[in-house]
Structures are given as C-alpha cells and as structure tokens.
C-alpha cells in the first residue's frame, strides 16, 4: 500500500540521494525502509496524507538563439524551448522543482527563480559569482528546489548581465495549499458561483506577461552605454505575452502626456530636454554630456524617427458574466508599469505570492520583477477593449494594447484605438480622473493577518544608499561602493575565501537576527529593489529619507511613516525618487543573497551587493558538484 504514495508522476532516485531533500516526503521514504510492522504503516498513511501530492516536476530548458521580429523589427534574440517568453514551470505547494538548463548559446547563463526562497538551498539561486559559476556555451546545470511554504506566482530568468532582455525568462507558478487562506469570497460577496470561477482559474490563471522590448541585442546596448557614457532609458515598446506592435503617437499627444515628468526632470536638473518620436525623454545633457551622437548611440527613437508595425497583440476571449483571473508578471528590466482595462474593474488579490486584501481599482502599477493575481469581472455583452500598459513616471512615454474580446473573431485583430469613453489612463500611464480608485503597493497588506512583522527593534540594522555616481555608475552602498562588474565571473561569494570584496556585506547576520535594511534613495529615479533568499515587510515608506539611525529609534521618536502592524510583504519593492523604504526581514536562510535594482543596467553599472547570512552554517552543506561546477 504505501508504494501508492510514490506512484506520483515524474519521481525519481533523486529523492533518495539529494542532500537539498529535508522534504516530508524524503522523510517519509526513509520511514518507509525503517518500517516493519501493520502499526507502522498505518501511522505512515497518515503521515504522509499531506504530502501525497508532492512530487518531483522535472523541466528541460533548452536555450538557444534566433532572428525572429516580435514587434516587426528583426533582431537577435534568445528562446527558451523554442518560446518567448519560456515554458511555464508549475507545481503545487510543496512540489520539488528540478530544472536542467541546456545552455546552448555563445555566452554564459545563469537561471534565477525570482521571489522563491531556496529555502536551505542558496547553491540553486542562480545568481554567477554569488552562488554559482556561470554555465558557459555547451555546458548544462540542474536546479533543484523545493517550493514547500511558498505559492503563488513567481519567475525565472537569466542572471547572467542583461540576457533575461534578450528572451531567457518565463513563468513559475505554484498553485496555493487547501488550507491557505483565500480572499475569493470578499470579491464575489461570497457568491458561491463567482467563487467556484476563481477557484477554478486559480489552478491556471491567464497569462499576462510584461516585457520591455529593444531594437538592440542587450550587449551591444550595454556597450554602447560604456561608450558614450550615458544610459538611453528607451525602449521599442513592450512586449505582452511576447506580443505586441509599435505605434507612432503624434508629437503633441506624446508631449500633452509627457507634460508633468518633463516639467519635474526640468525642475530637478536645470536640463531643457524633449521628446522623440518614440517618447523618448532625451537626457543627453545631464552629467555635462551634451552634443551626445544619438545616432551612434542608437537608443531607437534617437536613430531614426519612429515607424509603425502592425504585428499581432495578445487577444484575450471571455464572456459576460464570467470572470478572468490574469497573472500579471513585470519581467521588464527597463520600466514600471501602470495598467488599466477600459470599461473594467481590477481586483488586485495577489501580489508577490502573497494574497492580500483584495482592493478593487481602475488601474494597477506592475513594478519591475513583481507579480499580481488580478480578477476582472466581463459583464459586457459585446465588443473588445483595450488593456493598456504605460511606462509610468519614466523617462519614456509609451504605450502598448492587449485586447478583451467578448465577441471578435479568432482570426481578427482590432483596429487600433477603438473609440470609447471607459479610457482611464494616457499613454503616459496618467490617470485621466485623479478620483479614480488606483492601486497603491503600500496599501497591499496581506490577507492572513499572521503574515505580520516581529515587533520591535532589529538584531541587524543595514544602511544603503541608492545613487548614481557618475554618468553610468549606480551605487547602493552608503559609501558609494559599486558592484563589482567583473563579479559574475569570480568565485562564488557563497563559499569565496575574499569576502573582503567591497561589495559585500559582513554585518554578522545570525540565523534568528531581525534584520532591517534601511534605503534611502539619493536619486530622481525610482529604483525597484529586489532582496534573494527572503520575504520582507515594507515598514517604512516616503518620499523623504527615513531620518532616523534605526527603527528603534524611529519607534522612540514617533515616526509617522513605520507600519509595523500590516506592511506589504513583498521580495521585490521600488524605493520612490529621493524617499526611502524600510525592509524587514528574520534571518532563516543562511547563505550569501543579492540585493540589488532591478532595472537592468542599473544593476551591471553597479546597484547591488551581497548580504551574507551565517555563511558558515551551510558551507558544509554545499553540494561538491556544485562547488566543481
Ligand atoms: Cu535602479
């Protein structure tokens, strides 16, 4: 009888090998050697009633490169399995993951799991020189990784400089545990039937894929940033589920929705400055740098003015009275996002694999990195309607459509712009009544009030400071410190001998510690800060700097912006231009975490660091295949 409980798909000897497998259901085998008698079996059954779900899910990534043009401009551009953006990797709370990565491209890789914790397992977080070597061209590499006390929606993606970019990234969703706590029925007003519908898309939500998109390969953007010492911060549109057109918005509906970044930008810097054809923000005169050849540069609207495509956007078929339930995910390494649906309500219900209370909106923000699970009632009786995605309060303004269809033929696209008065945003991402309901990150307060900070002061209390410090450098260190740029390649921090590295934090976290980093952003940019290895609460937030040494201190001398009581908890969070976050977290991970922006050129010139977390606990435990690799 209790042969059944391995009778799962895709189990495998790895079960009985890996050291990553503390899982229930690797403990159940070993009960199972050890067990002899009627009795025993019995008290195994139950034992393992929970876990008999639990399996291995095997996935082959195969990585390859291509010239395929998904918004009508050919480019080089990586695949994964033949897909952009990759194959979806699913599981149900407290599956093992085990992921083999072919790397059959001509640079090296690394696959990150954005916002899963490797929880005993910082050897798998895919992170090169922090805690692995990269795989170069022609090798292969297993990640191997239990999803046990994590659901929701997550990604993975090439840590690797800037190649998530060019198309190695896809979804990872877990689906939540029966006993974890739902927020359906505050939506439905516990309507029996609406929840069912929820239930049932939970199991598999829509696709809604974010991606920013370049005219270039990301290198040789890179190269080009280097080379003329300035950051473009111009993309060629996004991509929404790797589909998508250009549009070429005339020069005063670019301008009108352009209106209030461009005037803060000249406030802020004393710079004159314009937009382009693509909505681009030419800040070419910042840092002494004017005369800047954009044509060399080669940012897309700078080269050439902009040219209309007409390739395919995503289509999305529902019927009235139903409900679609959308992950969104942000997998873009240029913008945040605001997104809003016309003639449609949002209930935001998920946000980075938390449920929260659910808050009914017009229109949501998608930072960099982070993931949504939105309901969206269809009570139209025809006709489609346009999801619209925005750069928001950057230094472009650009605008890319999906459609909600209720009647349209499979075959069709609609013309774009149908005419409507259910428009609630401009291609600026600006709400076109400020009193419409918009979804605020820091009003996301998990849905189980248990999900809840440690009261008090901190253990461990670091400072960082976000800031650019020169033309392409970006530095969060208090003391200007930048990432190294060569640390991709050196020796794993997590088992390195110099840790004496600049860029790496030795502030004696212990397993246990409450530990607050607090981040005050020097910088007009907003950067959106991704933490590895950990779920933190956002206790602090503003548009000032935080003001005080500690949190401590911040308690005892009444600051207005603590909220210890119900903060977002999030794995990644934008610290707002010139304010500050405070993130909270316990340490229950030992190993060397990233922490760093997410904006993708923000990171390689330099915006990020290694936090080291009782290190010398799980040293031994590293895997010497890993170490050898
Ligand atoms: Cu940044």
Redesign the pocket.
Known sequence: MPLLFFSGPQLSMQLTHSDAFSSPLARCFCAFIATTTMAKYLLLFFLALPVYSAVLRKYVLNLTSTYQAPNGFYREMFLINNQHPGPLIEADEGDTISATVFNNLQVPIAIHFHGIRQHGTPWMDGTPGVSQRPIFPGESFTYNFTTEGQYGSYWYHAQMRSYYQDGIKGPVYIRPAPDTLRPYDEVTQANTTATGILRAQEINPTPLYIMDWTKLPTDAIYQKTINYGIDPACILGYLINGKGRVTCPSNETITAAGAGRLASFRATTGVQSKFDSLGCLDISALYGNPGIDHAALEAPGYSAPCQATNTDREIFYVNRSDWIMFNVINMGGQFGTHLSIDGHDIWVLQVDGTFIRPLKVKQMYAGLGSRYIIAVPTQKNSGVFAIRFAGSAQAQVTEQIAWLSYNMPTTAQPEDYPVTNDVYQDIGGNLLNAQMPAFIEAAAAPYDERVKPPQGPAQRTIHFT?NRTGMVD?SVMDNGTLMLPDMELMTPSLWAQDVNRTNIVQAGIKIGDVVDLIIDNRYI????MHLHGHTFWVISESNTSFGYPSVEAAIAGGSSTLNLANPPYRDTYTAPSRGHVVFRYVANNAGAWMFH???NV??MAG?GAVILEDREKIIPRIPESVIDF
């Open positions: 976000l970006f940019m907003s950067h959106p922006c997410n904006v923000h990171r915006m």
